[in-house]
Each structure stands twice: as C-alpha cells, then as structure tokens.
C-alpha cells in the first residue's frame, strides 16, 4: 500500500515521478502527491482521486525543480482528502510516508506544546512538524532527520526533502521496504524496483533501520546502530512488457490469461522433467527431521496455504498447522526445533507475515519463504527462498500470484513426501507429470470465459452469493468469495459443503446464487447431496464440474460450467480459472474498478 518516489536529478523531476507514480498504481492509493524544490523554495501539488488528477493538475499549474518526492497514498490516519495528501510540508521540510507511526499522538501533544500548528488529521504531518520544530531549534536537515527518525515509533518508510537543498533527500526504512537506485550523475529512491525499473536498473535495498543521506554523486547509508554501511548494489531486470495491458482491458485479465504461460515457468523451475522429479531449494530442509508445518499468510495467499494443508498432510503425511499472519505472533505459539515454518507473501513486504516469520525465526528448525519478489523484505529474512516466478502482477486482486504459490507450494510437498518416505519414485512421477499438465489445463479452462461471463452477468445481480467445495476445493471456496467481494463488492461467503446445514442454509432462497466447485472426485457424491439440499429450498445452483460431473447432477443445477476432467491433485489450480472470471465479469458487469478496488492495496505493508 501506498507508493513513494524520489529523485536527485539532472532535469526537471515532475513528469519523471509522475511515471513512476503511475508504476506503483498497482498498490493500491486514493490520494497522490509531489514536492519539489525549485529555486530553493518548495512547490507542492497533491490531488484527490486516481494519478490522472494530480497529472492533470501539474500540467495546469506546473511545478518545477530537478529534484523532488511523490507519493500515493493509501488512507490510514484522516479522510481520503487533499489536506491529508502526501507530501505532507511544515516550514522547510517535505515529507513522504508508508507505514504507521504509532506513537504520533503523543508527538502531536508535544508539538503543540511547542507552539507548532497541525493542520491535517494525519500521523505522516507530525513527522515533518517535528522535523521543521528540531531545525528550529538550530540542527541542520540531516541531523534534524535523524533525530526524528530516532523519535518514531511504529513502521515507516519515508523521504525527506528540505527547503534550500536541491541536491539531498534523507530516505529511511524501518518495516517498509524502500530501494535506493543508482544512476549516472542521478539518484533516485522508490518503493520498490518496479517504481525505478525505466530510470535505472541498478538497486540497492536499504535493511531494517538504515537511512540514507542521498546526493546527485551517490547515497550514504547509515544502519540502525548510526554507522556508515555499504548494501549490495544489484543489478535488477523488470521487462516493461509486464507493466502494460497488452491486448487486455484490464491488468486483470492480462494477469488471469497469462497463466499457462507463467504456471509452465514455475513448473519448469521446480520439476526435473528428464527425471520427473522436483528440485527444489527447499532441498535444504530435512522433511523428515521434522514433525509439524506451520503455514502462514494473510488473505489469498492464506488460501493457497489452506490448500497446501491438504496436500502435505495427504503427499508427505506431515501434520500440518495455517495460521493467519495477523493472528499467529499475537496468540505466541509454541515452536520448536522440530518444526518448520513456511511464509507466503506475493510482494514479500507484507506487514503481518514479516512480524510473524520474525516471530518464528529462531524458534523452528527452519523458515521458508515463498514470494513473488526475490529481493523482498521477507525473502531476505527467511532461511530458504522458494520464488514463485509469476512476474509482476499489477492488479490488486491475486490471479497469477495464487496459482504460482499453488504450484510452488504442490512441488514442496512432493519433495517432503520424497524424503519422509511416504511416496515412492512412481508416485513422484505422476505428480510431476500432472503438475507438468496443469498449463495445458488451465489453458483450456480460461477457454470457457464465454459462458462463466454469461453466468457472472447474473451473479452481478444478486445481494449475496454463497461458494461450496469439499476437499481442497473448499478452499478454493474460499478464495472464489473473497475475489468475489474484492471486485465486485457483493456479499460472499465460502464454506465446506458439509458445514451448510449447520447454519448457512438458514440463508438459502430463490435470491441467493450458490457457486459449487465439484470435480468428480471420492467426495463428489456428498456434494451432490449438499446440492440437493440447497435446491430443495429454492436455491440457484451454479454448479463447476467436469463432463462427468455435469452428466451426474448437472440437469438440476441452475447453471453449469463444464471443465475438463483432470486429477484431483491439479484440481484447485485449475478451477481457480473459472472462479477468477466469475469474479472479473460480475466486477464488469457492476462497473467497479477491476484493477484497484476501493479500499484495498495490493502490498499492505502496515498491520
């Protein structure tokens, strides 16, 4: 959630960070923002609403200067207005801000015992205000920054730019991540490599606690304890392919069509097709020195976590715990050295899951991290790294992410049950086989986006939707509510289908669409029965089966979709396809904002 750019530049900085704004839309803002220091005085302009404001109001009122900060920002602290925009400014300093300062009321007490007026309902506001107090008091701006760093308490990345100082901005990191960018006779700084990827491609990524005195010949890095350090400076390649539409209307739907494509990359890099075998970093850990997994995330990749359950304990027979990130350090539990934790975070920055591997580390045999980002915060602080090769996704609502963790997390179980003993090398092969299938699957399924549209166009009318699924489908369930809700904003609730007669089927009428997803497996003859329950009460039916399925209890459902027959292992990554359209189209139909829907963000770096 929210974005931040800076630039120490050679040329007027304005349209520059305007782009770079654009490239963290994906984040998810409802307020954006520039500063920038022109002929030693700052210029700010900020506007409510999506970036096509604020670059409509910088072409009407143009701001100079060839260094500067932007920001989008995400409303935690004050109303979504122009007066609560970032940048926030008191006197001679600027500033920019992710995070969450904790102990701003207190600040704001102090500050106003001091004679300082605060105009915003912001915590972002009482930085600066304390910065501009301690220059008044006769530090000099970067001492006066450090020395505000030193008061704040919470999580922050942040960016200060400072009247009369063309040539610095102090940029510093404590819970959010924050990458400074090297150029030629430029520096820049950003919230990640994405925001930087057409000005440079050589990043470094500043660590827990470090800020950064930042000049046009270079960056000085101070860590926690104040001492000058160096970060490795990487050479880092984000192909700008994957930051546009293509052919698509919405990053969306570039994203849930491009997964053949990117599941057939993560399979490749997982799965030795030669020897039908999976390789793996996770290698590193002993599986069979262990005795439980903690799984551990928050929103749809705790879903794909709730599916590896079922996988690992069936694959490797290893007992196996989920927990939501936001949950798990709070209720302490125990952990020892004969277990294993595994985090899933597609950014890797997510606020929550990094408190709770920080939590774990130390405490269990090993932690594993499987992310979308290599260089991410939560990559760096886990012991093995598992990528799941996704590529950028851009639209806040998970598609590619969630069927790359799937597929990252199905091989990291194969290999548990490889080295616990509980399959052999036959049965390593036919997973292999199968999850080397699930491109072609998938593909095929994204085929029936015709007729899921169709369906959606009715779904899109109803006030509530309930989504069923035994197995891991129930899962799945889960997920296809929540991309449900994300979009769309219609009431969804998934559940196991054995549990709907145990209090949501006091729900169930003519008004209320149930979204079954039952392939035909050992339990599809229970789902059935669950089914029949729900029309005996004048439920719509929308049932997602395979041709056996649709033959077997088809001609009573309101509505089918028929998928292809496939394994049972493959199945929850495969049926994610029709539940990801179901939810696109009824959001087209309701004509929400399909890529950035309201309230959410898509990096929530905050708790």
């Known amino acids: 959630m929210c974005g931040i750019v800076g630039i120490v530049g050679e040329r007027e900085v304005a349209p520059d960070i305007v782009a770079a704004l654009h490239r963290l839309e994906y984040r998810g803002y409802d307020s954006a923002g520039i500063a920038t220091v022109d002929s030693g005085a700052l210029r700010r302009r900020r506007a409510v609403g999506k970036l096509s404001q604020l670059a409509a109001l910088v072409t009407a009122e143009p701001i100079a200067g060839r260094i500067g900060i932007g920001h989008t920002r995400w409303a935690t602290h004050g109303a979504p207005t122009t007066a609560?925009?970032?940048?926030?400014?008191?006197?001679?300093?600027?500033?920019?801000?992710?995070?969450?300062?904790?102990?701003y009321r207190a600040l704001r007490e102090e500050l106003?015992?001091?004679?300082?007026?605060?105009?915003?309902?912001?915590?972002?506001?009482?930085?600066?205000?304390?910065?501009a107090l301690l220059m008044q008091r006769g530090l000099d701006p970067e001492d006066a920054a450090a020395a505000t760093?030193?008061?704040?308490?919470?999580?922050?990345?942040?960016?200060?730019?400072?009247?009369?100082e063309d040539d610095l901005i102090v940029a510093a990191r404590r819970g959010s991540p924050l990458a400074i960018g090297y150029g030629d006779g430029e520096m820049f700084v950003g919230s990640d490599a994405l925001a930087l990827a057409p000005l440079t491609n050589r990043v470094a990524y500043l660590e827990e606690g470090d800020r950064a005195v930042i000049r046009r010949s270079g960056a000085v890095i101070h860590n926690a304890a104040g001492e000058i350090v160096d970060r490795p400076i990487r050479t880092v390649s984000v192909e700008s392919v994957l930051i546009d539409k293509g052919e698509h209307r919405h990053f969306m739907a570039k994203e849930i069509h491009e997964q053949p494509t990117v599941i057939g990359h993560t399979v490749a890099a997982y799965v030795d097709a030669a020897r039908q075998r999976v390789v793996s970093p996770a290698e590193a850990l002993d599986f069979n020195s262990i005795d439980r997994l903690t799984l551990v995330?928050?929103?749809t990749a705790y879903y794909a976590c709730h599916v590896a359950k079922y996988w690992f304990e069936a694959i490797a027979r290893l007992p196996v715990e989920i927990d939501i990130a936001s949950e798990f350090r709070y209720r302490e539990p125990p952990l020892s050295e004969r277990d294993a934790a595994i985090f899933v975070s597609q950014s890797g920055e997510t606020a929550d899951t990094l408190a709770a591997l920080r939590y774990a580390a130390g405490k269990v045999k090993s932690v594993l991290a499987v992310v979308n980002v290599a260089e991410s915060s939560i990559a760096r602080a886990a012991d093995i790294v598992l990528p799941i090769r996704a590529g950028a996704e851009i639209g806040v609502a998970s598609t590619k992410a969630f069927t790359c963790q799937l597929v990252t997390l199905a091989t990291t179980a194969i290999l548990a049950g490889r080295q616990r003993g509980a399959i052999d090398a036959a049965e390593e092969a036919r997973l292999c086989d199968l999850l080397a299938e699930a491109p072609r699957r998938i593909a095929e399924a994204l085929t029936l986006e015709d007729g899921v549209a169709a369906l959606a166009q009715e779904i899109a009318r109803a006030r509530d939707v309930l989504y069923l699924g035994r197995g891991a489908m129930?899962?799945?369930?889960?997920?296809?509510?929540?991309?449900?809700?994300?979009?769309?904003?219609?009431?969804?609730?998934?559940?196991?289908?054995?549990?709907m007669k145990h209090g949501p089927i006091a729900l169930i009428d003519d008004a209320v669409p149930v979204v079954v997803l039952a392939p035909t497996?050992?339990?599809?003859?229970?789902?059935?029965?669950?089914?029949?329950?729900?029309?005996?009460?004048?439920?719509?039916?929308?049932?997602?089966?395979?041709?056996?399925?649709?033959?077997?209890?088809?001609?009573?459902?309101?509505?089918?979709?028929?998928?292809?027959?496939?394994d049972r292992f493959i199945a929850p990554i495969v049926y994610?396809?029709?539940?990801?359209?179901?939810?696109?189209?009824?959001?087209?139909?309701?004509?929400?904002?399909?890529?950035?829907?309201?309230?959410?963000?898509?990096?929530?770096?905050?708790e």
Request: hydrophobic letters at 45%; one cysteine or more.
């Open 84 to 103: 609560n925009a970032h940048p926030h400014q008191a006197g001679p300093v600027a500033v920019v801000h992710n995070g969450i300062i904790e102990n």
């Open 297 to 299: 995330a928050c929103g």
């Open 474 to 499: 129930y899962p799945l369930a889960l997920e296809g509510a929540l991309k449900l809700k994300e979009l769309s904003y219609i009431h969804a609730e998934g559940y196991a289908s054995g549990e």
């Open 576 to 606: 994610a396809a029709p539940a990801q359209l179901l939810a696109y189209h009824a959001a087209l139909a309701k004509g929400t904002d399909v890529d950035q829907p309201r309230n959410l963000a898509k990096s929530v770096t905050v």
């Open 521 to 566: 497996d050992p339990v599809f003859e229970k789902t059935v029965s669950n089914m029949q329950e729900v029309m005996a009460r004048g439920g719509k039916v929308a049932l997602i089966t395979d041709a056996n399925g649709a033959a077997l209890a088809g001609a009573d459902a309101w509505r089918v979709v028929v998928l292809p027959r496939i």
């Open 112 to 131: 106003t015992a001091a004679g300082r007026n605060l105009e915003t309902d912001t915590d972002t506001e009482t930085i600066a205000q304390l910065c």
């Open 149 to 164: 760093l030193a008061r704040l308490e919470g999580a922050f990345a942040l960016c200060f730019l400072f009247e009369g």
